[in-house]
């Protein structure tokens, strides 16, 4: 289930930042900004017979992708690409023309999940992360 996260959800959202970040996973004040700010939105995946494990956090007016994560244990389960379809639907029913976002240059997973859903390469932006990563920049036509 999707559904939109609360300042409750902090503590887990960011135990599960965390584990898919260990280098830049965003604090507990980043997810409450996040959620407090009406031009974000950020949903979360969740089961009843689970705790919520994974989420995708964009900004309404750009349609840019601030964050998405699935918790390790329930990766590999279709839940990344869950959150995509009905972020892509949002965009859509208000009019956004474009997907966007930056992915480390060596993130196969989430890079082979935009390109599976046609997001194409735009640019690349060297030392775009404070690790010092270089990210690519990537777009999709809604
Ligand atoms: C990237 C991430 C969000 C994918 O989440 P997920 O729920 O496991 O992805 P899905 O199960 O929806 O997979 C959809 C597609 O993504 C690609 N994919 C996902 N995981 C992959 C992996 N480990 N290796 C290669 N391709 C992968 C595949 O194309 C997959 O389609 P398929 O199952 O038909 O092969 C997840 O690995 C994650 O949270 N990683 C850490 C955080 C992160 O990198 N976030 C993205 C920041 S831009």
Request: with cysteine; aromatic share 14%.
């Amino acid at each position: 289930m999707i559904g939109t996260a609360t300042i409750e959800d902090t503590r887990r959202l960011r135990e599960i930042d965390k584990l898919c970040f260990p280098d830049n996973a965003w604090t507990i004040a980043d997810f409450k900004k996040e959620i407090k700010d009406d031009n974000k939105i950020v949903w979360c995946a969740w089961h009843p017979s689970l705790a919520l494990f994974g989420y995708i956090a964009f900004d309404k007016r750009s349609g840019y992708i601030d964050s998405l994560a699935i918790h390790p244990n329930n990766q590999k389960s279709g839940w990344a690409n869950d959150l995509l379809i009905v972020f892509e639907r949002y965009l859509d029913a208000y009019e956004i023309p474009t997907a966007r976002l930056h992915v480390a240059v060596d993130n196969v997973p989430a890079l082979m999940l935009y390109l599976k859903r046609g997001y194409k390469i735009k640019g690349y932006s060297k030392k775009y992360y404070e690790s010092g990563a270089d990210a690519l920049y990537m777009e999709k036509e809604i």
